[in-house]
């Protein structure tokens, strides 16, 4: 079921326009999350990460830029825009969601997936974080196994992406209560308790965001 279901690129040309639609939204709600445990800006470079994907998607439809392209050469507008940890590792992720797809106009919703899968297990590896460090990785990593979690069952790909969102939103509940392990929230200690983390916020958005463009194509 899931190799015939087909994202056109013309999606992925709307999810980077509608990402970068949501972080200007959620802007102040992302900085303010980060001015209680970090430095105040993770809404703040990723709105400035995104204008530049913005700016330069234009030159690349001109040039009939593949789906591996427009993400890749956005990842590298954020790893080149963005200041903090989330600039190389939302960076990253679109870099090596691009990876298993090179050369690609179309994808199936598996081998979507799959990028997906290959961006979080960069941000791992990148991050060194495990669950329960209160980072993006405790949004991410479950997103990921709800994910093949759906497909195992046989669930329909609106579901599938819908179980991510889920298991996503409850990882980044789940950490709240707990003391941060790695980032600039590390330094606070016992006082980061109760906050949530930035990154698993803004994980949380980008997910939904895929998901609601992925229903208008479905």
Do not use: W
């Not at 445990?37 to 470079?45: L, R």
């Not at 090179?102 to 997936?113: I, P, S």
């Not at 579901?159 to 939103?169: D, F, N, Q, R, Y």
Request: glycine fraction near 10%; charged fraction near 25%; charge should be negative.
């Amino acid at each position: 079921m899931y190799d015939s279901v087909i994202l056109p690129k013309s999606y992925f040309v709307d999810l980077l326009k509608a990402l970068a639609a949501m972080i200007e939204e959620q802007k102040d709600y992302l900085t303010g999350l980060d001015a209680a445990v970090g430095d105040s800006d993770h809404g703040v470079n990723l709105s400035i990460g995104f204008r530049d994907v913005m700016n330069k998607l234009p030159d690349l439809l001109a040039k009939d830029a593949d789906i591996a392209t427009l993400l890749s050469k956005s990842g590298m507008s954020l790893l080149a825009k963005v200041g903090g940890a989330s600039g190389p590792l939302y960076g990253s992720f679109f870099r090596k969601m691009a990876a298993p797809v090179q050369g690609k106009n179309e994808v199936t919703f598996a081998e979507f997936c799959g990028m997906i899968k290959a961006g979080v297990d960069e941000i791992k590896r990148l991050g060194k974080a495990e669950l329960g460090d209160k980072t993006m990785v405790d949004a991410l990593s479950p997103a990921v196994d709800a994910l093949y979690d759906g497909m195992e069952k046989g669930l329909p790909p609106v579901e599938v992406l819908e179980g991510a969102v889920k298991a996503a939103e409850a990882g980044r509940d789940a950490v709240v209560g707990l003391v941060a392990k790695k980032g600039r929230a590390m330094r606070l200690g016992e006082r980061a308790i109760g906050h949530v983390d930035p990154g698993t916020a803004s994980s949380c958005l980008i997910l939904k965001v895929m998901l609601d463009e992925f229903k208008k194509i479905a």
